[in-house]
């Protein structure tokens, strides 16, 4: 994240439905400079039972947050209740492609890459991955090993799996949003966890 990005998450609750837009301000941290909320009743129990109550709660909340800070949203992070998720731990030792010219932007893409290349259980889909820490081979932690010389590396990430049912169902959701609204946007499903993705 870079400070000025525009972050934008979106909750489903069991009585409303609250769209959030943050900034990352100077200490890298997101600072809310929206926050917007419309009651829907399309979700009990962390089950989807209205589809058409939740996206136009949706449309509702991101044509406020779009009108109160006079940015036009194209993406959001969207929250999974717990129990349509699955964490898998991942770790992958990656041979850097020239030591001598340092750690590339592309061999750490490479290393996502791989990282993810689990077998993925009958039932569930790949939404995010969530990487944990990064080694250098001489033992040293870094948050980017771009431009580090080293002739290899240790990523070691969470992959993050869910109900492929629930997520074709928020994609439904989403696309039927969309037509309200007129956005020509895109959701990244992120599990629903203690802090902002």
Do not use: H
Not at 47 to 74: H, M
Not at 143 to 153: A, E, I, M, Q, R
């Amino acid at each position: 994240m870079a400070i000025g990005d525009i972050i934008v998450g979106i909750d489903i609750g069991t009585s409303k439905v609250c769209t959030v837009v943050g900034e990352v301000n100077n200490f890298e941290q997101v600072e809310i400079i929206c926050n917007t909320s419309y009651k829907c009743s399309g979700l009990k129990k962390g089950k989807i039972i209205n589809e058409e109550e939740i996206s136009l709660s949706i449309a509702k909340t991101i044509k406020e947050a779009e009108e109160e800070t006079n940015l036009k949203i194209n993406s959001a992070y969207i929250t999974i209740p717990g129990n349509y998720v699955t964490i898998v731990q991942n770790s992958i030792v990656k041979e850097v492609k020239d030591k001598y010219s340092g750690i590339s932007v592309r061999d750490v893409q490479n290393a996502i890459m791989q990282v993810k290349d689990i077998e993925i259980p009958e039932g569930q889909v790949l939404v995010d991955i969530v990487p944990d820490k990064i080694t250098l081979e001489n033992g040293t932690v870094v948050t980017d090993p771009v431009g580090n010389l080293s002739s290899s590396f240790t990523i070691d990430a969470q992959v993050i799996l869910a109900d492929r049912d629930y997520v074709r169902q928020l994609n439904s959701i989403f696309k039927k949003a969309r037509t309200r609204n007129r956005w020509n946007s895109s959701c990244y499903i992120s599990r629903k966890k203690p802090y902002i993705r």
